[in-house]
């Protein structure tokens, strides 16, 4: 998001991400704003191990199409094993048929 708002400051319409963004002092903020962000929901949650190997191949096979790729299944699948509710901005994820709470913008 921060670097489409900067491409649109900067009237850019083919910047790079990598090469153009990422050396900005913008990008430098922008990251300082995540990395707090991030610092708050570790002090606020508990980290779990993933179960990886526990989680069924085929059931979250079953899950992918076109709105939901392999990342966002595996995430349905863990949540939906371990009764989690997902807080996410990820739309796509919200059009998946599975019995879990999904909250989102």
Not at 38 to 66: A, E, G, M, P
Request: charged share 30%.
């Amino acid at each position: 998001m921060n670097f489409r708002w900067w491409m649109a400051e900067q009237e850019y319409k083919n910047a790079d991400f990598k090469h153009d963004y990422r050396s900005t002092p913008h990008y430098k903020e922008a990251l300082k704003d995540v990395k707090e962000q991030v610092k708050d929901i570790l002090n606020c949650t508990t980290k779990r191990n993933d179960d990886f190997q526990d989680i069924s191949f085929i059931s979250t096979h079953s899950l992918l199409d076109n709105d939901c790729d392999y990342n966002d299944a595996y995430l349905l699948r863990y949540c939906s094993r371990n009764h989690f509710h997902i807080v996410t901005d990820d739309g796509d994820i919200t059009k998946q048929d599975i019995p879990i709470k999904i909250v989102t913008a």
